[in-house]
């Protein structure tokens, strides 16, 4: 894990404190969803945030990301302004899609957050379009795609991966592969082992990794994102993860093997980086409490802000359907 | 009689057929471990090993798979968690199952059904809440069947997993779990026949799916001030039972068709264009829809509301004919 | 004036906007280096490198990316070979780009144009032959366009790729080859703004694509025994021109809708049904539909030509009209 | 090649006589659509011969083809009746499909023919139907879907391959890379140099081999039904060949290198086989010209049939839409 030593602890504390901003932000809303403040369909990736926030901390804020059903975690590590968040998920007029949206649109153009969607595997195609429009406009930047274990069978991942390896687009895509696509298992879905073979049907680099691991998902997408940055293509990566509460919100997750769930919590990728920044004395028990407190905070505001936001009006339902000068 | 739930008629269509012919199977997602996102395959699998497919989020090939088994003489019913989900089985719907047995000079029989969701109300948003069933219904070779109650949705199924055609079969979600009466004898519904689900004199309603309750909300509120309202649910979008419609409004002179669909090139339109070529001159008042608004569905809960016909609007509409 | 044909006319808009503006790139299989299966796109690969891309076979991957490019302010134009294979690309277009700005609470602008040839009249058969207007017409987001002369065709296509929002623009394929005046001045026409093709008082014929040109005949044989038609092409078929078909209905008393897609769902019943609403006690006679048969569209020649409606269909129920 | 010997005269003869028979037909076909009798969407596969026979001969009456746009030789190599072949592709009544369907739809069930199609990539989901069909009812029989390269990079045939491999199907995908999909080179469409590395994305063998050698072509696609029909699924085969004439008729082939064409005529698959019956002396010349002559007779006789049969009444327009009982 060399990748530590060029980190620096502010740089390590940020990504501690943004997966705490996830978590905290997600177990808040299972809360919410319960009161019935928040509602439709809600997917939380608690378990999984090492991805998000180590796949975003190579980006710059003019680098894009589209991500999937369940883009909460991705859309704060790029940035997302947590404030809208919130008021979007309670469905609130000063949410950022003004109550419109929900959990599978959230979206905030200002930070390259080009939207979750609710259609699995569309995300792959539109993470295409962006690239284009980088590599059109002549711009140095990259395109993040996160996306599932489920949406990697979807006949968009395929036609988009083979597309972006044509133009060599900068482009990189992450599957998040935690075991499962709602109840159906990996191994009910494909015959493969590794999703990441399939980068080798386009020409392009594949890679599986843990994606609990932050150090490894930080190097890996960086080096990706490097090669993309300069011209050299897209890169498939598979990151093996798990999602601790199932697949909605309420769901039973009947379809998991005893003592599955208590296997991966050991590996808390959160606290994983804990341990790190302990051991290696990069931050004493204090500080930790502190970011921890601090996300908790950040999200306490949020959430204030959110119940202070009005619903929409009635005449909101009209507006934003075209664009009009 | 007995009530249960559209999700358990369903079920039990299914389990029935099923039973009956070892050459029926179906496929989708979530539908078998699980028993299907709504539960209306549950116990399936159990019940029929080999003959009940969780699929990978594979839409276009779970429709071409379901069309080339019934090709080859294999039942199909296909699930569609969404049908907002079927826009990506739509070639193998429209161009290959809808057109096959034409472009084969009458070659093929296609035994199969595409079973999805419809419509809003659980703040789901834009792209998990459409009607779809005019994109279907105009196409020929389809048949389109949007059930509004249990025993109409067991009854269709019946008769829809039977039938030697293509067949798209819309369950409007939030009526997976409302109960209604359901005979314990078997029964099938014929395709194409409507239903006079009340009889009035004064002006004819035809609505569709979630509509028919509201709809019969404003009849029974209105029969207590004296006005008689007729409200047909077609069931059958295509082939639609023209007949029964016509024979309606010849009676009462007056047409409201009401749909959860967008306005805009909705189904409200083929309706009131064939009661005008067939009934114009029995008209007292102009046709009139109400139908969706013409947006996407959004997230908020009272928006969404708002967004398709609720029972005032139904209830001004008819006032509004009848002046 | 100059004569051009359609398919002149359209690379005439594509070069000219991507001319003046960089950021227009267009995408599409066989439309760089063969210069598009009917020429449309000829020459702009040379032209504009970089920024014509020919694609592999994946119209989801070439919508999708046609949407995230405007998505990210690249306007995009993409091309589908024939309009049929646009079923492949559904879900991009409606769930994606027509619904985005309504999801993304505005956050969003979406200048794509998704380019397709339309309908019948080339021997195709079912897979290669629908007129698909409606059930794009249909979805809340979408404009769609559909030109009946190379100076309709040029003046929208320029407005389309400078629409902020999804644009579906159906170009009547067996009209590609077809010459007509188009100045060699810049012009742009409105998106939502009607034709009237030729000026009448006795009956108003809204027709579209194809179905002008053949009003257009019958109004010329009719005037001769001094029946005076008046034909009016909408152009765009949604945002439809209400305002324009509602006033001539009402001049006239009379209403004939014509389109060669399939009866059942087709445009004729939303015009109607405006109309029904807009000047029902303007109306003389029935309003009539001519409208393609609902059938799929078969290979021979005699029965393709059959399956839409010719002069003498229309000529028949006009006169019929004034019965 | 050990193949060759265990293929009797009677069948080797019988592959060359149907090789020539679908040539016959095809170059019939060119000159029927210059006078405007054939017309539409028509794509033939002279030069392609040897994959339709080849695979075809390893298949019994009951098992079933489903095959694209190109599909002339498939069908035919299958059984399909060459008479109401012919007599469709000119718009006729006693055509198989009464005239409605023409080229892009060609079918007789009767053989097993499931159809051509004129979507690119829709006949890999039918296949998997197809093979489903056989699997529920418990028939040990097996579908082969013939398909281009441009095919490949669709959607359903990722979908379609997937699933086939998952519930392990019998069925045999044969990808015929002709290295033109329209004007677009192989190269052009993805950065991969075989389709068949794709098969290791589902999880099934792939292979590729010279579609233009018979016995290969035989040999290879024997295996994978033999495989299929045993309940051990699907396999990918890539058969490189080449189309004489172009993408459609009329099609100038401006996007030929120099050269090309005349190259691959050399490899003639006919030819091919033709020289080893007689370098083997399983034939002589007269044998030779003999079936030639044959299958001159059959396809005479076919188009007479056609050009004898009536053309569709109006009426014919509104039957077939419905199937009623
Ligand atoms: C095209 C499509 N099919 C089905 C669904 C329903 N659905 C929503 S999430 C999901 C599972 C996705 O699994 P995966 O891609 O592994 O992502 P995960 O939920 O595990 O993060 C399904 C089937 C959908 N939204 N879109
Ligand atoms: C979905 C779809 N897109 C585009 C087309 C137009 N088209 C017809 S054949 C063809 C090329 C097919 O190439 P390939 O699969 O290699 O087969 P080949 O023609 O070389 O045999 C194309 C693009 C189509 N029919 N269907
Ligand atoms: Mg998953
Ligand atoms: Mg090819």
């Known amino acids: 894990m060399d990748v530590t030593t060029s980190l620096s602890k502010e740089q390590l504390t940020k990504m501690y404190y943004d997966m705490w901003i996830i978590r905290n932000f997600e177990e808040n809303l299972l809360d919410l969803y319960q009161k019935n403040l928040a509602y439709g369909g809600m997917h939380v990736s608690v378990g999984e945030e090492a991805i998000a926030v180590g796949a975003c901390a190579n980006l710059k804020r003019e680098d894009t990301i589209v991500t999937s059903h369940r883009g909460h975690g991705h859309c704060i590590a790029k940035g997302a302004d947590l404030k809208g968040m919130m008021a979007e998920l309670l469905a609130r007029k000063n949410g950022l899609c003004k109550g419109k949206g929900g959990s599978q649109h959230i979206v905030d153009m200002s930070v390259g957050v080009l939207g979750a969607q609710g259609i699995v595997g569309a995300g792959c195609g539109i993470a295409v379009g962006s690239a284009l429009s980088f590599k059109i406009r002549g711009q140095k930047n990259v395109c993040v795609n996160f996306f599932g274990d489920g949406a990697a069978n979807t006949g968009s991942f395929h036609e988009s991966l083979n597309m972006a390896a044509l133009y060599s687009l900068p482009v990189v895509f992450i599957c998040e592969n935690n075991g499962y696509a709602v109840s159906t298992s990996f191994a009910r879905s494909t015959k493969i082992d590794k999703i990441s073979v399939r980068a080798g ?125 | 009689m007995r009530q249960i739930t559209m999700a358990e008629a369903i079920n039990e269509a299914l389990r029935e057929e099923m039973r009956k012919d070892p050459n029926i199977f179906i496929l989708g997602e979530e539908i078998g471990l699980r028993g299907g996102a709504f539960t209306c395959t549950k116990g399936l699998m159990e019940e029929f090993p080999g003959r009940v497919l969780d699929t990978p989020i594979s839409e276009s090939a779970i429709a071409g798979a379901a069309y080339g088994a019934a090709l080859t003489g294999t039942k199909a019913v296909a699930e569609f968690m969404f049908s907002d989900f079927s826009f990506i089985a739509m070639d193998q719907i429209i161009n290959s199952a809808a057109k096959s047995r034409y472009m084969f000079g009458g070659q093929a029989t296609i035994p199969v059904v595409f079973r999805m969701s419809s419509g809003s109300g659980r703040q789901q948003a834009a792209q998990h809440s459409q009607s779809l069933e005019v994109l279907y219904a105009h196409i020929p070779g389809l048949k389109v069947i949007m059930p509004s109650t249990p025993y109409d949705a067991k009854g269709l199924l019946k008769a829809a997993i039977n039938d030697y055609n293509p067949v798209v079969f819309l369950e409007p979600r939030v009526l997976y779990f409302k109960k209604g009466e359901v005979p314990e004898q078997e029964y099938t519904i014929p395709i194409g026949k409507g239903d006079i689900k009340r009889s009035g004199e004064d002006v004819t309603v035809v609505a569709t799916g979630v509509m028919v309750e509201r709809s019969l909300a404003v009849a029974e509120k209105l029969a207590r001030e004296g006005i008689s309202v007729e409200v047909i649910d077609p069931r059958t979008i295509r082939p639609l039972d023209t007949e029964l419609i016509v024979a309606s409004v010849k009676k009462t002179g007056r047409l409201i068709v009401v749909h959860e669909a967008p306005r805009t090139y909705g189904m409200a339109g083929e309706i009131i264009a064939l009661v005008m070529e067939q009934a114009f001159d029995y008209l007292n008042a102009p046709p009139q829809r109400v139908a969706g608004h013409d947006v996407p569905i959004p997230y908020n809960r009272n928006l969404e509301r708002l967004a398709i016909p609720l029972e005032e609007d139904i209830e001004a509409v008819v006032r509004k004919s009848l002046k």
């Open chain 1, 201 to 325: 049907s386009y020409g392009m680099p594949g890679v599986t990794i843990d994606g609990n691991n932050i150090f490894e998902v930080y190097k890996t997408v960086g080096e990706a994102v490097e090669r993309a940055r300069q011209g050299d293509g897209p890169t498939l990566i598979e990151a093996v993860t798990y999602r601790w509460y199932g697949h909605y919100v309420g769901d039973p997750c009947t379809y998991r093997p005893p003592g599955e769930l208590e296997r991966w919590k050991e590996k808390d990728p959160i606290l994983f980086l804990e341990k790190y920044l302990l051991a290696n004395k990069l931050c004493c028990q204090e500080e930790i409490d502190g970011l921890k407190a601090a996300a908790g905070k950040a999200i306490a505001e949020a959430l204030d802000y959110a119940l202070a936001s009005p619903e929409p009006e009635p005449a909101d339902l009209f507006t934003d359907v075209y664009f009009e000068k």
